[in-house]
DNA sequence: CCCAAACCTGTCCAAATGGTCAAGATTTGA
DNA sequence: TCAAATCTTGACCATTTGGACAGGTTTGGG
């Protein structure tokens, strides 16, 4: 966008982006405070309103900026692929991306559950075309007898529940679990399990 | 509680706690107003006043009131019952639930997803004990050998998860599916899939 | 029929908060 | 070097909103 993007821009772009997204994850649109994320961020609040008109344009921005990241995520999975690998390797994937940035997790989340009223248009142009190639891909796995029939975008929905699950649920796992934090030895046990129990479940392993 | 209930209270405090659902589902602690409510209620916002304190007293009201709706579903399972048909109906009970009552799960879901500041004693004191016992009988399952052993809290988890995702994620699973509403259909073809997919991916079928 | 308790509601207000603005500082580029 | 562009910030304001309150109405037991 910015031909000649100058230094204190993007150092502050950045700071009020990941502010941003922490407050808005904790406490939602309406929740989240200017002048918090401005201290979060370790600045003047009529500096953020410099770089963002408003705080709905900054809400927006900042789901904008997860839904970038996770669209890198974008593989290019064919028909020729192995089920197994490639399913096994999707779940961790999300399961990764889950630990890894749970804020960005919660903040989509909340908007979904509030009904999308900023990304209606994200869902069904970016999300449903996504959902149905990979359905495609899959449905083609079951017609090759690669593995047996069921609905491949319930699927997906199964994987992206178990996998968000531990992201947008964290508090709740964690004091069930009576654990202070998530740690190596847990992530990789959670993956084995959504990864093993899923593929099984479609009748891929065992 | 109360010992003699008048009749107004009872039937304002239904309205006003069913409205307060609604709202603060659709727009969390914060971004819900009591004015809406009251809208929504009928009633004019004094009104609301006069039977809770303020926004947050209704908030916990609404809360408490879904989770004690979730603990009439608190079974008493034992070792002797058969796994595979205890959890099938533990799944269908659960995605019976998501159907019947988005607004309920989502509204607990943006509070867990805020790091559940209303109802941290309620994680420990309710759900852990809950789920400890649960855990306990799928234990005794694998240790019987009526099915292979796996982690019995992460199976949960994986339940709740694909189960929820129905209510909290609705419009997302609505757009992606070009679907305008959920239909009996669709809702046993859902039930079933979990069902089928879990059963068979904890090696109890197939 | 009476009266106290419960219930209802129009009106008002203090506090919180998103956002503006104008003046000043800093950087840039020619 | 210096002016234009970019950036920074304290002070301020309009609006929204949760909540108080006082005075009114209804209800039910005695």
Redesign the pocket.
Known sequence: MAR??????D??FAKIMSAAREEFALRGL?G?????IADRAG??????????????S?YVAALNSIMEKWNDFFDGTTDEDDPTETLDLFIREKVRLAFEDPSASKLFATEIIQGAPYISNYLEEVMRPWVNERAKVIQSWMDAGKMPRSDPVLLIFMIWASTQHYADFQVQVLRIMDRPDYDENLVSQISDFISETILRGCGLIN
Chains 1, 2 share one sequence.
């Not at 000649?4 to 821009?9: T, V």
């Not at 989240?32 to 918090?36: H, Y």
């Not at 600045?43 to 709905?56: D, M, Q, S």
């Open positions: 000649n993007p100058s230094r204190p821009r150092k502050n309406n989240a405070r200017m002048q918090a600045l003047p609040k009529a500096n953020v309103h410099y770089y963002f008109r408003n705080k709905v900054l």
